[in-house]
Nanobody
């Protein structure tokens, strides 16, 4: 049974950092690229970051580039997203997802499996 479970969300103040984690089970994790998406209330789900199957290639949305790092541990079947200097506009539900192409696409339609999401709230 495929399962992706995110953790690490919470309520933080502007300027703080968060490390989101996603644990995968039920598929060959090392063959899949992994991505993070987010969805704010009333908005479309949007791409945040992705990492290819080996971890050699990473991709970021412009709004997090320079203050975010995506990483993975294939032995532990986990993918992490570190976001620094959080802003109120980063408030959203953050989802991890698995991309069977192994590449790490920006389009959500490429992703086969999704987690339920973890809430991140940035507020003073």
């Amino acid at each position: 049974q495929v399962e992706l479970v995110e953790s690490g969300g919470g309520r933080v103040q502007p300027g703080d950092s968060l490390r989101l984690s996603c644990k995968a089970t039920g598929f060959i994790f090392s063959e899949y690229a992994m991505g993070w998406f987010r969805q704010a209330p009333g908005k479309e789900r949007e791409f945040v970051a992705a990492i290819n199957w080996s971890g050699a290639n990473t991709y970021y949305a412009t709004f997090v580039e320079g203050r975010s790092t995506i990483s993975r541990d294939n032995a532990k079947k986990t993918v992490n997203l570190q976001v620094n200097n959080l802003k109120p506009e980063d408030t959203a539900v953050y989802f991890c997802a698995a991309d069977g192409t192994g590449i790490g696409a920006e389009g959500a339609t490429w992703y086969n499996y999704w987690g339920p999401g973890t809430q991140v709230t940035v507020s003073s």
